[in-house]
């Protein structure tokens, strides 16, 4: 496939998989744009780069899909300032997604491949503003906390307290919650004390691990 092809499937993507379906938010509609999908997927898969779907990465693991990317990218509501965590590099590019919409991506993967394939394409790209960790996420990443927004990229029964914890107030966590059959995309903003819950829909993410200890 062509740069001129891929061009085009890309412009189709953000028509068709994006606009079409909501996705209204001017900022991330050009930050979609800006990232180069293809440089996060495996050389064999580059045709479908921007199709609808995700993809395998290895390791088990998938690329998101670029509207639920993008989805979860608007219920952040960035504005451009917010330092952010964002759980389960995977390939990297929500991350990517992420870092042309705030101001700092700390992003934290448990597999160390994947984790320093994603490093090895931010320096291609140039991308200054992401920081990959290898961690396990059930922690957050206290060092740079607290943060505006946390976003999950793995689905977890139960939001870990350490993510309430390094949020700041108003701040907002947007995650697929899973619950025995199904899992919901949610967005939680802090609010004191309390959390507000929003549900935004069915999702299908890979399962939140824990490190074994
Ligand atoms: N947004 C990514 C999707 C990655 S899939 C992309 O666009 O490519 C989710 C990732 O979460 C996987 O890579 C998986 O290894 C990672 N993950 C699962 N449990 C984790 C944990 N406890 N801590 C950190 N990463 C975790």
Not at 54 to 83: D, H, K, R, W, Y
Not at 96 to 104: D, E, G, I, R
């Amino acid at each position: 496939m062509n740069q001129l092809q891929l061009q085009k499937a890309k412009f189709q993507m953000l028509s068709q998989h994006l606009m079409q379906r909501g996705i209204t938010d001017g900022r991330v509609l050009n930050a979609m744009t800006q990232v180069p999908r293809e440089e996060f997927v495996p050389n064999h898969l580059i045709e479908f780069s921007y199709q609808d779907s995700p993809l395998p990465i290895g390791f088990e693991q998938t690329i998101s899909q670029p509207f639920v990317v993008a989805l979860m990218c608007q219920l952040l509501n960035l504005t451009g300032q917010e330092t952010v965590l964002d759980v389960g590099t995977g390939s990297g590019y929500q991350a990517a997604v992420l870092s042309k919409l705030a101001k700092n991506v700390i992003t934290v993967e448990i597999i160390p491949d994947l984790a320093k394939n994603a490093r090895k394409i931010f320096k291609k790209l140039n991308y200054k503003n992401i920081h990959v960790y290898t961690s396990d996420a059930n922690k957050g990443y206290p060092k740079f906390a607290p943060y505006d927004a946390i976003k999950s990229a793995a689905a977890t029964p139960k939001i870990p307290l350490a993510w309430i914890n390094q949020l700041k107030d108003n701040g907002v966590i947007v995650t697929p919650k899973s619950t025995n059959f199904s899992q919901d995309l949610i967005r939680l903003v802090k609010k004191g004390n309390n959390l507000v819950e929003e549900k935004w829909g069915d999702v299908r993410f890979v399962p939140l691990v824990k490190a074994k200890s």
